[in-house]
């Protein structure tokens, strides 16, 4: 089928930056989108941000101007982090399979911890 494999995640101080990438692989066709999203203990799971095939981009609120995704890789920039920024990020992708069949995917998740 599709894998997604994330990597980057880690400890860092609050300010602090990290880089998330998201590498897919096996029986894809196309991807139309891909997306980071966030759990937090006790919280649910959120949209981080997203990126279509085409560039258009969204983020929440709370990480505009600090966190930027590109497509390659999915990779997230995350800068001036913050100790609510604490989570655990998954990769999501939209992909439309070799069989054609457009599916949405998810990694194992990176944990994230912003702490001084």
């Known amino acids: 089928q599709v894998q997604l494999v994330e990597s980057g995640g880690g400890v860092v101080q609050p300010g602090g930056s990290l880089r998330l990438s998201c590498a897919a692989s096996g029986s894809i066709f196309s991807i139309h989108a891909m997306a980071w999203h966030r759990q937090a203990p006790g919280k649910e799971r959120e949209l981080v941000a997203r990126?279509?095939?085409g560039g258009s981009t969204n983020y929440v609120d709370s990480v505009k101007g600090r966190f930027t995704i590109s497509i390659d890789n999915a990779y997230l920039q995350m800068n001036s982090l913050k100790p609510e920024d604490t989570a655990v990020y998954y990769c999501?992708?939209?992909?439309?399979?070799?069989?054609?069949?457009?599916?949405?995917?998810w990694g194992q998740g990176t944990q994230v911890t912003v702490s001084s």
């Open positions: 999501n992708a939209e992909i439309t399979t070799r069989a054609r069949i457009r599916l949405a995917f």
């Open positions: 990126i279509s095939a």
